[in-house]
């Protein structure tokens, strides 16, 4: 397994951006996919967006398709979220996981396909 630390969450205006990042231990980063949930208060947590454990395919939430980029770099062993056109349904504690494997990110949307996972960080958005 790995262990993944995220950041870059913090209080922002609708119709702003933020840049959330998750760094994973490890020497065997390039074979996992990645992914990103989040948990909203009194909801469960959701889907937000998944990427291949070679960057070439993506997958989004459709709430999120447009507005999100998830990102990777397997030199520095960190996944990335660009959030752009936040909205206050956006707010929500926002959790980085990872799952050794090669199928396309597709393949990768609920929690039970993630094995590993961070410890979240908040991301606030207000009106």
């Known amino acids: 397994q790995v262990q993944l630390v995220e950041s870059g969450g913090g209080l922002v205006q609708a119709g702003g951006s933020l840049r959330l990042s998750c760094a994973a231990s490890?020497?065997?980063?390039?074979?996992?996919?990645m992914g990103w949930f989040r948990q909203a208060p009194g909801k469960e947590r959701e889907f937000v967006a998944a990427?291949?454990?070679?960057?070439?395919?993506?997958y989004y939430a459709d709430s999120v398709k447009g507005r999100f980029t998830i990102s990777r770099d397997n030199g520095k062993n960190t996944v990335y979220l660009q959030m752009n056109i936040l909205k206050p349904e956006d707010t929500a504690v926002y959790y980085c996981?990872?799952?050794?494997?090669?199928?396309?990110?597709?393949?990768?949307?609920?929690?039970?396909?993630?094995?590993?996972w961070g410890q979240g960080t908040q991301v606030t958005v207000s009106s």
């Open positions: 996981a990872a799952q050794r494997g090669f199928y396309s990110a597709s393949y990768y949307s609920s929690e039970a396909d993630f094995g590993s």
């Open positions: 490890g020497r065997t980063f390039s074979s996992y996919v």
């Open positions: 990427i291949s454990w070679s960057g070439g395919s993506t």
